[in-house]
């Protein structure tokens, strides 16, 4: 390019390579232009790169979080052993050994003898929740009952708690009342020696008698849930059936020495399973 006389001359081979250069001024614009209005295509996922990771798992393509299970939420109520655990045992005839002989071959006293913790065992043949014993609920022996006239010895303070029962309950034709009782049972524990943590066992009795108590069995499950505390379900998961039964039956209402060992046996796997 010189200048001639204040006006300007180009030369042919100078306007060749200005309009080349304006030709890839345009492409490039044109390009900017649609990475603008089109950041990326149709479901590509921008994967941002951190300075201690090359690549992130894209959130878009994340599988969904499964909805919560039964065994999901069982875990979730699970319990955080103490440091030194000091456990108490309360429940009606079953805890109490009755049909294991000799009784100290009760479910409870297998139990606690596998777990090595200093343990009360309370059992009260024909009491429950709401069921306060006799034949006309007429002893006042209710679990609430039981656990604040045991409260009141300050040489013992549990910090574990398993509330067995539900099977004299079903005496009581009001689930709603069952239900209510059994939370509140729980709540007046954790009153009495605050930092408890409390774990219900259902009902666990043979066939054919187990199919009687399932309306209490629900009453109680309820209770615990409505109480936030973990309740194992005997009765659910099939600890008895028509086939087993026959060998851990005492006489129809409670199970023999055998029937102890298998319903310790069952309870230290749940316990297992709260504690993980």
Do not use: C
Not at 128 to 137: E, L, N, P, T
């Amino acid at each position: 390019m010189t200048r001639n006389g204040g006006g300007l001359n180009v030369t042919k081979q100078e306007w060749i390579k200005y309009g080349a250069l304006f030709l890839l001024a345009v492409v490039a614009f044109g390009v900017a232009g649609i990475a603008l209005t089109n950041p990326r295509g149709a479901g590509e996922v921008v994967i941002p790169v951190t300075a201690s990771s090359q690549a992130a798992t894209p959130t878009a393509t994340a599988t969904p979080s499964p909805t919560p299970t039964a065994t999901a939420t069982a875990q979730r109520l699970g319990i955080q052993l103490p440091v030194e655990p000091v456990l108490l045992i309360l429940g009606d005839s079953y805890t109490a050994g009755v049909g294991a002989a000799p009784a100290d071959q009760g479910w409870a006293y297998l139990v606690a003898g596998s777990l090595g913790y200093p343990t009360n065992i309370e059992g009260e043949p024909g009491t429950g929740f709401a069921w306060g014993g006799g034949a006309q609920d007429e002893l006042a022996l209710e679990y609430e009952v039981r656990l604040q006239t045991i409260a009141e010895d300050p040489s013992f303070v549990p910090n574990l708690l398993i509330l067995q029962g539900g099977q004299n309950d079903s005496l009581i034709s009001n689930s709603e009342e069952i239900k209510r009782a059994t939370a509140q049972t729980i709540e007046s524990a954790r009153r009495f020696w605050p930092g408890v943590q409390v774990v219900v066992l259902g009902p666990s009795a043979p066939q054919p008698f187990a199919e009687e108590l399932t309306a209490a069995n629900t009453a109680v499950r309820a209770g615990a849930e409505a109480a936030n505390a973990p309740f194992i379900d005997a009765y659910e998961a099939g600890w008895f059936t028509d086939a087993n039964s026959p060998g851990f039956d005492f006489d129809g209402a409670h199970v023999n020495t055998a029937g102890h060992a298998h319903i310790a046996e069952k309870f230290l796997e749940s316990w297992a399973t709260l504690t993980q």
